[in-house]
Structures are given as structure tokens and as C-alpha cells.
């Protein structure tokens, strides 16, 4: 599904991000990518999504070199990729049903077909309560699950999570991370960007270790170790 292909990323200035990196990721798996802040964690999802373009190596994404997609295949590239953060990026002024429906709204979707799916995502994220809510009147994890929400209203085939725990306490990294595996569980892939060894090594699942742009352990079934 996702492979990396000797992969650099050097910056200008001569920073050097990615170094040879060469990974892959198959249709269904939860792979936690760790690593300290400043390893390249955050480099190498941006290549999926084209926020950064490899200075060398290839990204292939369902065989497709994203060197190749141009500006106007960018967005139909983009809608297969859901994408959290640590910050929640929500419009303040738009309740729960409108941050989500958003994302489809802006893609032209019907308003009978955003109505349906914001139902049913709102349900799978545990907000179907919520929906008429402001941001300002949930708690941390529940804004993150809104953000979760609108990641999947279009129905990627993989979700990319950098650092969404990043703001949250121990009680609701745990449900984020549980949510995560549930989601993971009805067919998305899913990788995690993340250095809270507790949530990765709770996770088990396959774990792969960055430290200074490069790849030094991989496994199947790991812990954090760096």
C-alpha cells in the first residue's frame, strides 16, 4: 500500500530530515512510528500527503509514485488521506455537526449524503450526543475526537495521526488511543506518529524507531525502545 524507497529529505540550510529511509506498510496495519521530537516523524508523513516532496528515494502509495500526481490530481489524492494533529485545527464558531460535515461540504457532497455520513461517524467516535455542541463546551478528548470525526467523514483508506495525543491527559490519551484501534479494526490503516511510550507500548502493535532521519528497529509486535 505505502512504500518508501530510499528516501531523503534534506532541508534548505543543508538539514537533513530523512536519511535512505526504506519502509513498507501494508492495507490494514497500525504501525506506530517513534522517535524523539526533531527525528523526522513529522517529514515522513508529510511525503504521503504531498506537504513535502522527497530530495531524493520514492514514495509509492497504491502504486502510484506521488512524485507524478500533478496540482490538479492533488486534492482526489489528498480526500483518500485522513489527517489529526495535536492541535485540533476546529472552527471555533461551528458546532460538532458542522466541523465535521465541513469537510464534505467543501467537497461538494450532497447535503442528504453529509447529514448520513456525519451520523454514522459521529456514532463510531462515541459524539452522536455532542453534535450540536461548540468546541469550547467539550473537554480536550472530545475535541480530538471531533477531529478524528472529520478526518474520517470522507472515508480514507488511511489515517494519519501525528501526535494527537500530544495535549491530552493519561485518562483520555488511553481513549484516543483506543479509538484509534477500533478505528483501525473496521479496515483503516492507520500510523501513528507519537513519542508517549505508555499509549505505544500499551498499543501493541508494530512499531517502527526513528532517530536522526534514519529507521534503527522495526517490529512486528514492539515497545518503544529508542
Known sequence: ???????????????????????KIKKGEFVSIVGQSGTGKSTLLKLLTLEE????????????DLDEISKKELPFHRRRIG??????????????????????????????????SVSQILNIVGLERKLNSYPHELSGGEQQRVAIARALVHHPEILIADEPTGNLD??????????????????????????DKETVDRLGKR????????????????????
Open 83 to 116: 489527517v489529526i494533529f495535536q492541535d485540533f485545527k476546529l472552527l471555533l464558531t461551528r458546532t460538532v455537526y458542522e466541523n465535521v460535515a465541513f469537510a464534505l461540504e467543501v467537497a461538494g457532497v450532497k447535503s442528504d449524503e453529509i447529514k448520513k
Open 170 to 195: 493519561i485518562i483520555n490519551t488511553w481513549e484516543i488511543a483506543d479509538l484509534l484501534l477500533k478505528i483501525n479494526k473496521l479496515g483503516t490503516t492507520v500510523v501513528l506518529a507519537t513519542h
Open 53 to 64: 516532496r522527497p530530495t531524493s528515494g520514492r514514495v509509492i502509495f497504491y502504486k502510484t
Open 1 to 23: 500500500m505505502i512504500e518508501y524507497r530510499n528516501v531523503t529529505k534534506v532541508f534548505n540550510g543543508g538539514v537533513t530530515a530523512l536519511n535512505n529511509i526504506n519502509l
Open 207 to 226: 512499531v517502527v524507531g526513528i532517530d536522526d532521519g534514519r529507521i534503527i528497529r522495526d517490529q512486528e509486535k514492539g515497545k518503544y525502545m529508542i
